[in-house]
């Protein structure tokens, strides 16, 4: 198994133990008319919803489908997701590297966005600086943040992880 399957199979385990239902198709897409009423656009901070809208339009002309496996957390999902993460890892300091707390999480904030599948992080990571769309964590090439400034300046450096983060001190 590649590193990266490896992290997506893990990811989706825990989604999955957690959620119940993250794997349903359902509850993911973007592509509908009532999308602020969807899992995973529901709370988003309003900047981010219409950056990754427009994203999701421009990928689906070049015949990508991006979809949000995970947007807005409440506080106790974040805390649900990582006490998963703490069981999977098997230390709250291996967890941190890949789930943040109710506190920090960006996702809490309604700051981020966690997309897929594969072809959709792929084309992102590509386009997504043009709509203001970054990576924020090497390590975690699902997950998308708005930086307005990207459009002209291009993304920040990535950060390797969660902890390499400020905020998430
Ligand atoms: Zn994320």
């Not at 995973?40 to 809208?53: M, Q, V, Y």
């Not at 015949?63 to 506080?75: A, E, K, L, N």
């Not at 996702?107 to 959709?120: K, M, R």
């Not at 997504?128 to 090497?138: E, K």
Request: charged share 25%; aromatic share 6%; hydrophobic share 40%.
């Amino acid at each position: 198994m590649t590193t990266i399957s490896r992290i997506l199979t893990g990811v989706v385990a825990i989604a999955a133990a957690v959620v119940g239902v993250a794997a349903s198709p359902t509850l993911d897409g973007v592509r509908h008319d009532d999308a602020t009423t969807r899992v995973g656009t529901t709370g988003l901070d309003p900047g981010l919803r219409a950056a990754i809208r427009r994203a999701t339009d421009a990928a689906a002309a070049d015949g990508v489908t991006v979809r949000i496996t995970s947007g807005w957390r409440s506080p106790a999902h974040q805390r649900r997701l990582l006490a998963a993460a703490v069981e999977e890892y098997g230390s709250e300091e291996e967890a941190a590297r890949w789930v943040a707390t109710p506190e920090t999480s960006p996702h809490v904030q309604g700051e981020a966005v966690d997309i897929g599948p594969y072809d959709a992080m792929d084309w992102m990571s590509r386009h997504g600086s043009a709509f203001g769309l970054c990576q924020i964590y090497a390590n975690e090439p699902w997950h998308y943040e708005v930086r307005p400034r990207a459009v002209e300046d291009g993304c920040p450096a990535a950060y390797d992880d969660p902890t390499q983060d400020p905020r998430m001190r």
